[in-house]
């Protein structure tokens, strides 16, 4: 088996998705990466103690580790799963659609979620399955006769490692209460859009106002794409089903760092709308390129959000303490219009 899956770490080598042992000894080391393998690097070496990893298939939801005896399949919410290679061909694909999420799955069932799109993966995936198959069940079900040849879910209270049953119960608590007490507002966008229709003449007929209006439509669009996004997650992150805190926590702050960056980024543009609508050009121009720097404008930016997350983020945190006077601008700015409607009303 070995032999086998070095020569297919060999000809897929090149590809971004095929992680060599050193690859994956590197992000386990990282600090800051997005990694299904980071997310569960604890897990993943308990399971592999005293293991050669031979290589590693990863994209952003999952991930396979190979060692010569057993491969490893790995969903950065849901844990992780080990299987004896007599499995591997059985592993089927579900691509995301509009409906459905991605998913791997296994006697038609759904066993860990599936993000990418990716050709190449697939190509990668069914070389690996194929290759693997034509060892053949019977050298493949020899080495699994001294061992369950059902999968193990790593995580359950059947295969917990060295924690016992008591501290999984402990644990399973905090996830409920984790679960249970985890909430988030998000900003909804009827301000903006209500902003933008009823104004949409005075922003046209200012100087290259068309061409503005069409790059906040683009930075409206891209919210609502993130608005999704951490829907999506949110309701993951409080009835999907996690084997551990630590994993819960990392998708609890993940989830909220995507909050955080879709309510900067609206702040923004709320503000560039009204000073659009005022002629307040000086304080336009510099929130204009805030925006421009964080490449939001870009023409395809809103199929890229995933893939841009990290870089925003770290841009938003470079210009906080503009975003902060930004937030003390609208409070005061909210309290000068409440004193104004006050006064007519008298």
């Given at each position: 088996?070995?032999?086998?899956?070095?020569?297919?770490?060999?000809?897929?080598?090149?590809?971004?998705?095929?992680?060599?042992?050193?690859d994956?000894?590197?992000?386990?080391?990282?600090?800051?990466?997005?990694?299904?393998?980071?997310?569960?690097q604890?897990?993943?070496?308990?399971?592999?103690?005293?293991k050669?990893?031979?290589?590693?298939?990863?994209?952003?939801?999952?991930?396979?580790?190979?060692?010569?005896?057993?491969?490893?399949?790995?969903?950065g919410?849901?844990?992780?799963?080990?299987?004896?290679?007599?499995?591997?061909?059985?592993?089927?694909?579900?691509?995301?659609?509009?409906i459905k999420?991605?998913?791997?799955?296994?006697?038609?069932k759904?066993?860990?979620p599936?993000?990418?799109?990716?050709?190449?993966?697939?190509?990668?995936?069914?070389?690996?399955?194929?290759?693997?198959?034509?060892?053949?069940?019977?050298?493949?079900?020899?080495?699994?006769?001294?061992?369950?040849?059902?999968?193990?879910?790593?995580?359950?209270?059947?295969?917990?490692?060295?924690?016992?049953?008591?501290?999984?119960?402990?644990?399973?608590?905090?996830?409920?209460?984790?679960?249970?007490?985890?909430?988030?507002?998000v900003?909804?966008?009827?301000?903006?859009?209500?902003?933008?229709?009823?104004n949409?003449?005075?922003?046209?007929?200012?100087?290259?106002?068309?061409?503005?209006?069409?790059?906040?439509?683009?930075?409206?669009?891209?919210?609502?794409?993130?608005?999704?996004?951490?829907?999506?997650?949110?309701?993951?992150?409080?009835?999907?089903i996690?084997?551990?805190k630590?994993?819960?926590?990392?998708?609890i702050?993940?989830?909220?760092?995507?909050?955080?960056?879709?309510?900067s980024?609206?702040?923004?543009?709320?503000?560039?709308?009204?000073?659009?609508?005022?002629?307040?050009?000086?304080?336009?121009?510099?929130?204009?390129?805030?925006?421009?720097?964080?490449?939001?404008?870009?023409?395809?930016y809103?199929?890229?959000?995933?893939?841009?997350?990290?870089?925003?983020?770290?841009?938003?945190?470079?210009?906080?303490?503009?975003?902060?006077?930004m937030?003390?601008?609208?409070?005061?700015n909210t309290?000068?219009?409440?004193?104004?409607?006050?006064?007519?009303?008298?």
């Amino acid at each position: 088996m070995k032999e086998i899956l070095e020569k297919l770490f060999e000809s897929n080598k090149n590809s971004k998705f095929v992680k060599s042992s050193q690859d994956i000894e590197n992000i386990f080391n990282k600090m800051f990466v997005i990694s299904p393998f980071k997310v569960l690097q604890k897990q993943i070496k308990e399971v592999i103690t005293g293991k050669e990893i031979i290589f590693g298939l990863e994209e952003t939801s999952s991930g396979f580790i190979f060692t010569s005896d057993f491969f490893i399949i790995v969903g950065g919410s849901k844990g992780l799963i080990k299987y004896d290679y007599f499995f591997l061909p059985k592993i089927e694909t579900r691509q995301k659609t509009l409906i459905k999420n991605g998913s791997y799955l296994l006697d038609g069932k759904e066993i860990i979620p599936l993000g990418t799109k990716s050709e190449e993966f697939f190509k990668i995936f069914d070389e690996i399955k194929l290759k693997i198959s034509e060892v053949g069940v019977e050298e493949v079900n020899v080495k699994t006769q001294s061992r369950s040849t059902e999968h193990t879910l790593i995580g359950t209270l059947t295969n917990i490692g060295k924690r016992g049953e008591e501290e999984w119960e402990v644990e399973k608590i905090v996830i409920s209460k984790l679960q249970e007490n985890f909430q988030i507002d998000v900003v909804k966008l009827d301000t903006l859009e209500l902003l933008l229709k009823e104004n949409q003449k005075t922003i046209i007929n200012n100087e290259n106002g068309k061409e503005y209006l069409h790059k906040i439509i683009r930075v409206k669009n891209y919210l609502q794409n993130l608005e999704s996004l951490i829907d999506n997650k949110f309701k993951e992150t409080k009835s999907g089903i996690f084997y551990s805190k630590e994993n819960l926590r990392t998708f609890i702050r993940e989830t909220r760092n995507l909050n955080k960056i879709h309510g900067s980024i609206f702040s923004i543009t709320l503000l560039m709308v009204n000073e659009l609508i005022e002629e307040n050009f000086l304080d336009f121009y510099s929130h204009y390129e805030l925006l421009d720097n964080l490449g939001i404008f870009n023409s395809n930016y809103e199929d890229q959000v995933l893939m841009k997350l990290t870089s925003i983020e770290d841009k938003l945190d470079s210009i906080n303490s503009k975003l902060r006077y930004m937030n003390i601008l609208q409070t005061y700015n909210t309290y000068q219009l409440h004193k104004i409607k006050i006064n007519t009303s008298k």
